[in-house]
């Protein structure tokens, strides 16, 4: 978990970056458009469409926008049809890697992505090599001020969740897909604040990477990140602190 939660802050301080130039904007509207095409365009009804909206908030991206995205994927203004692609492979050291997109082509996504995994000690491999190393989670980033670790991990229990871990000032919780929205709830109901929540998919298993290796892995995925068609990148990395802190 560990690894997983320091990459995770890793990319919350890049998204602060990259919301300055408007990248992660448009990979939100994306999500906030086909969420809305696929489940409508109620979020008390749509839990993907609630967490895209979340995420939204936290990027500090214009209502207006949120508002347009909604009615362009509910068909109430014209927009782009979006597809949702995936792509499994190998970084350095044989690390497992796979990406979520969506796309308006899928020859140009598959190109990009195919070429940073070529450029930066990667290689493409065929849907399902990796896929089923990952098991997909919530997480729910609480502000240690917020609460006592004890006192969440409680509440963490009590309403399905699985576990609570420490990441630097945040508090990590994980939860079953089924139990996100319940959690969350249960957070709000306290007058608890959480900073960010995600669905994520975590490894069962870590591939050691050092020196080298580790490095060049951070700069596959990030490059990955920074396309524009994809909307998230996941490893079963482990990587020494020393090397990760570099990245903060």
Same mark, same amino acid.
């Given at each position: 978990?560990?690894?997983?939660?320091?990459?995770?802050?890793?990319?919350?301080?890049?998204?602060?970056?990259?919301?300055?130039?408007?990248?992660?904007?448009?990979?939100?509207?994306?999500?906030?458009?086909?969420?809305?095409?696929?489940?409508?365009?109620?979020?008390?009804?749509?839990?993907?469409?609630?967490?895209?909206?979340?995420?939204?908030?936290?990027?500090?991206?214009?209502?207006?926008?949120?508002?347009?995205?909604?009615?362009?994927?509910?068909?109430?203004?014209?927009?782009?049809?979006?597809?949702?692609? *995936?792509?499994?492979?190998?970084?350095?050291?044989?690390?497992?890697?796979?990406?979520?997109?969506?796309?308006?082509?899928?020859?140009?996504?598959?190109?990009?992505?195919?070429?940073?995994?070529?450029?930066?000690?990667?290689?493409?491999?065929?849907?399902?090599?990796?896929?089923?190393?990952?098991?997909?989670?919530?997480?729910?980033?609480?502000?240690?001020?917020?609460?006592?670790?004890?006192?969440?991990?409680?509440?963490?229990?009590?309403?399905?969740?699985?576990?609570?871990? *420490?990441?630097?000032?945040?508090?990590?919780?994980?939860?079953?897909?089924?139990?996100?929205? *319940?959690?969350?709830?249960?957070?709000?109901?306290?007058?608890?604040?959480?900073?960010?929540?995600?669905?994520?998919?975590?490894?069962?298993?870590?591939?050691?990477?050092?020196?080298?290796?580790?490095?060049?892995?951070?700069?596959?995925?990030?490059?990955?990140?920074?396309?524009?068609?994809?909307?998230?990148?996941?490893?079963?990395?482990?990587?020494?602190?020393?090397?990760?802190?570099?990245?903060?």
């Amino acid at each position: 978990m560990s690894g997983h939660s320091k990459w995770s802050t890793i990319k919350h301080k890049k998204q602060k970056e990259d919301a300055k130039r408007g990248i992660i904007f448009t990979k939100i509207i994306r999500e906030i458009t086909v969420a809305a095409r696929e489940h409508g365009g109620d979020p008390n009804s749509n839990p993907r469409l609630r967490t895209a909206m979340d995420t939204a908030r936290s990027a500090g991206m214009p209502k207006e926008n949120t508002e347009r995205a909604i009615k362009k994927g509910t068909g109430e203004l014209p927009g782009v049809s979006y597809e949702s692609i *995936t792509y499994e492979g190998y970084g350095p050291g044989g690390v497992a890697i796979f990406v979520e997109t969506l796309t308006d082509s899928r020859n140009r996504t598959t190109s990009e992505v195919r070429h940073v995994f070529s450029k930066h000690g990667g290689n493409m491999g065929q849907n399902g090599c990796v896929a089923w190393i990952f098991q997909e989670k919530g997480i729910i980033y609480v502000d240690k001020k917020e609460i006592d670790e004890e006192k969440l991990l409680e509440l963490c229990i009590e309403e399905g969740g699985e576990d609570v871990s *420490t990441e630097n000032d945040l508090f990590c919780i994980t939860t079953p897909p089924d139990k996100f929205e *319940t959690v969350k709830k249960a957070l709000t109901d306290k007058k608890i604040n959480y900073k960010d929540a995600e669905f994520t998919k975590l490894p069962q298993s870590t591939t050691k990477l050092k020196g080298k290796e580790a490095k060049q892995t951070l700069k596959l995925l990030g490059f990955l990140e920074d396309l524009e068609d994809v909307q998230k990148v996941y490893s079963n990395f482990e990587i020494p602190d020393e090397i990760l802190e570099e990245e903060l």
